[in-house]
């Protein structure tokens, strides 16, 4: 089960974090077209009381990393969360990329064992099992969706192939 | 791994599908209070040109149990795509819940040979595994979450605990 595990939060996560990178790229190159600084994006937020999108990217790769980490029962790397520019958010993308790459199937051998831990929930804990599915998952997808209806609500072109990444289509 | 797969398009699935009917009722609940007709959420976009809310949640249904039955290597139910009402929008989301719960770890056996196609894509298939990993869930939950931002950037007083649903806590 391992395996299904590493494709998830290893290879499909890499997939989401490169897509999340063009679609940065993709934001910075519409930015430079109308004339604005694409800084101006990093303190949105899709309602006054949500996130902003710099955060919404933070929480993104907190839970990837966090994700690989907990169910491998190593440390994550702590980041900094002061990024303040374009070229900053794009960078701690990368840095999660090399953190989740080194890890192979093997090392989540027993991930559905593992007891997790949150300082935020004080006397509680999750399996590894329903961490990742009712979690982890849910949770990263939740945040890279919201960075990017973000940016397309406002008007950087974008689509859902942006979204997804590379897909490994074969022969019908 | 079959066990695995079931876990997150059944067991999670239906979770953040009853999230969802637990979010419609309040954004019901906030129309009431705010004197306006619950249904006039569902042609509002984040964009002129992305979905309409009932699209949002018609394309997560589809993904649903679209994955599950490509995954178990039967037929989906077709529904019509003719909602109108809040009511017929929550009932989509009861009979997607009602075809996949019906479905068991043993069904998904042969999950990740599955050569799954598309009639929007002629020519081209996805093997199981590629399909699960790098499209069905990532799509399942752009859309949950595109519907959840659309509502909470429109007033509906929502959080993250209402898109996670119910989280099985153990003690620590």
Known sequence: ?????????????IRN???????LAKAKAH????????????DMKLAPDMFNFTKQIQIATDNAKGAVARLAAVEAPVFADTESTWEEITSRLD?????????KAEDFKNWSEQKITFPWYPGKAINGKDYLTGFAIPNFYFHL??????????GVQIGKQDFLGEINWINA
Chains 1, 2 share one sequence.
């Open 1 to 13: 089960m391992e395996n299904l595990v590493h494709e998830i939060i290893v290879t499909s996560y």
């Open 95 to 103: 840095q999660t990329i090399a953190f989740i790459s080194k890890f």
């Open 31 to 42: 930015a430079d077209t109308n004339k604005f600084e694409v800084n101006r994006f990093m």
């Open 145 to 154: 969706t919201t960075a990017y209806d973000l940016l397309r609500q406002n």
């Open 17 to 23: 974090l490169k897509a999340m990178k063009t679609i």
